[in-house]
Structure formats: structure tokens, C-alpha cells
């Protein structure tokens, strides 16, 4: 019935068609991050009746669906992925479940699932005129360090990227990778395939920018709209620059924040206690938990 294939660059535009079903805003189910991290997670993919359907390698080898997303119910998908598992000797186990999803599953469930949340794996919501505007007493350190910056480079510029600079962009993120010391393995794979991503953002309706000083790329930032949310994937500054990291979030938000878009998701900070600090030092609106679910007893629910 299911019959899962990885996910690939040919792949990707029919994916994108099922994804603007997503009922959440974690980032996990936006193409960015699906395409980001399918090799490291081992990603594949089935559509079946109008419903896509996703499962990982997670958690050292372990076998992990995502929550289905398409036009139908739980109530139709489920016995699809009760059906595959049973089929394959798979436990009926879901990973970077949102909330939304939680619910749904332990409506149809009821007590037979086991659930837990991992801190690490939390997505930071902002509102969008939040960090647009930077308005407010709470953001006066920020603004600081956005005045700090524009005294410091008056004539800097934010630059839209597109086919004629991509390759300018890439060659910065080349060099800055290099300088950068990293030793997880996450850290690694986000390098090699942010180098992969960038020359693919108008295959994937992405759109990127870069701040520049004197004619050199110091911060480039890019990301995915999806609904109400603006999603960023790739963030990444030269920290010499003093308030780098300041500009390139408040001006990808202020040139990428139209009228449909209420949020920003600024994606997880992966247990990197720097990056949490970071994260909420501009005051989410929401912490976005995303839960590990294992189902029980598949062979009798619903019997």
C-alpha cells in the first residue's frame, strides 16, 4: 500500500504540495527543513490516496513517522501507517509530533499511546511586528545594537539573493564554515547542506538576503512562507561585525514579513545553551514542544 522513497530534488515539488495542509507552525514539515536534513535523518516519503506520509531514522536507528498531512482525517490515514507497520515488524512511533497533532492522536488513541517532549527540539514563535519593528522597551537592547551597527557601517546594504550573487553568498558561507570550530554532527550537516540549499531557493519558493559592507557579504539569512509563518532555516553572521546577528534577523524580517505573515518561527536552538539565551532574549510569543509518540497494542485498537 505505502511505498516510501527517499526524498530528493525531483521529489521536493510534489512534497511542497502537501505541506500547505500543515495545521502547526513548527518547522519540521516546511521543505527547507525536510530537504536540510533528509540525509542525515535517512528522510522518506509515500503518497497515498491524497496523503503524505513521512518516516526518519531517529534516536540511533529507530524507525519514526511523521503525523501524516493531507486532505483527510486521522481517522483514514492512521490504519494506512497501522497497516505498513504491521506489515514490516515497525513500531507505530511518531517523532517532532506538534501539539495540534498530539491532540488528534490522543483523541483517536486514547490511553494507548506514551508521549514525552524534548526541550531541545522546541521551535521559538515570534510575532512578526515583533521582530520587524523591534518596538519597545523589551527590544531597546536589540535597537541598540542595530544603532551600534548602522554608526559603525552607515552605507551597509541589505540585498535581496538571486541567480546573479547566489555564488557570491555560497563563497561566504564556505569561508565561513571554515572558521567556525564544530564537532556535532548536526553542526556538520547543517554546513554541508546549507552549501546545498542555497542555489535551490526559487525551486523552493525560498527567499534569502545578505548585509553587506564596502562590497563584502558579513550576515545572510533565508527562509520559507508558509500560511501565517515565516520560517527561518539559515541565519549566519561574522561576529566582528558588532550587531551582525542584529541586522540580518530584523531585516530579513522587515523585507519578508507581508500581510499574511503574523509569525516568525526561528526554528529550535538543538540544546545549545548560547543559542537559547540568544532565542529568547527576543521574547517569543510561544515556545512551540514537539513530542516523541509511541502508539500501543496497534494490533487490537479499533478492533
Not at 145 to 169: A, C, G, Q, W
Request: with cysteine; net charge negative.
Amino acid at each position: 500500500m505505502l511505498e516510501f522513497k527517499p526524498i530528493t530534488l525531483d521529489s521536493a515539488d510534489n512534497i511542497i504540495n502537501y505541506l500547505g495542509y500543515k495545521e502547526s507552525r513548527t518547522c519540521d514539515s516546511t521543505i527547507g527543513s525536510l530537504f536540510m536534513w533528509r540525509d542525515y535523518y535517512k528522510s522518506e516519503y509515500a503518497i497515498y490516496n491524497d496523503m503524505l506520509y513521512m518516516k526518519v531514522i531517529f534516536a540511533e536507528s529507530e524507525n519514526r513517522f511523521i503525523v501524516p498531512i493531507g486532505e483527510h482525517t486521522m481517522k483514514s490515514s492512521m490504519p494506512v501507517l497501522e497497516e505498513y507497520a504491521n506489515e514490516n515488524n515497525l513500531p507505530l512511533s511518531f517523532v517532532a509530533v506538534p501539539e495540534e497533532a498530539l491532540k488528534k492522536l490522543k483523541d483517536y488513541y486514547q490511553n494507548e499511546l506514551e508521549y514525552v517532549s524534548d526541550r531541545d527540539m522546541s521551535d521559538y514563535l515570534y510575532l512578526a511586528e515583533d521582530l520587524s519593528e523591534l518596538k519597545g522597551r523589551r527590544y531597546s537592547g536589540q535597537r541598540n545594537h542595530i544603532n551600534k551597527f548602522k554608526k559603525l557601517y552607515p552605507d551597509y546594504k541589505y540585498v535581496k539573493m538571486d541567480s546573479e550573487n547566489i555564488t557570491r553568498v555560497m563563497d561566504f558561507y564556505e569561508e565561513y564554515s571554515k572558521n567556525m570550530v564544530k564537532t556535532m554532527e548536526t553542526a556538520i550537516e547543517e554546513n554541508e547542506r546549507t552549501l546545498e540549499i542555497l542555489p535551490l531557493l526559487d525551486k523552493f519558493h525560498m527567499s534569502g538576503g545578505f548585509i553587506e559592507v564596502d562590497g563584502k557579504i558579513i550576515a545572510i539569512s533565508a527562509g520559507e512562507i508558509i500560511k501565517d509563518t515565516l520560517y527561518v532555516h539559515i541565519e549566519k553572521a561574522l561576529k566582528e561585525y558588532p550587531g551582525s546577528y542584529q541586522m540580518i534577523m530584523n531585516e530579513f524580517a522587515r523585507y519578508n514579513v507581508f500581510e499574511q505573515v503574523v509569525y516568525i518561527n526561528r526554528e529550535d536552538d538543538a540544546g545549545d545553551l548560547g543559542l537559547r539565551t540568544s532565542k529568547l532574549s527576543y521574547h517569543p510569543c510561544e515556545i512551540l514542544d514537539k513530542y516523541t509518540v509511541i502508539i500501543n497494542n496497534i494490533n487490537t485498537i479499533h478492533n
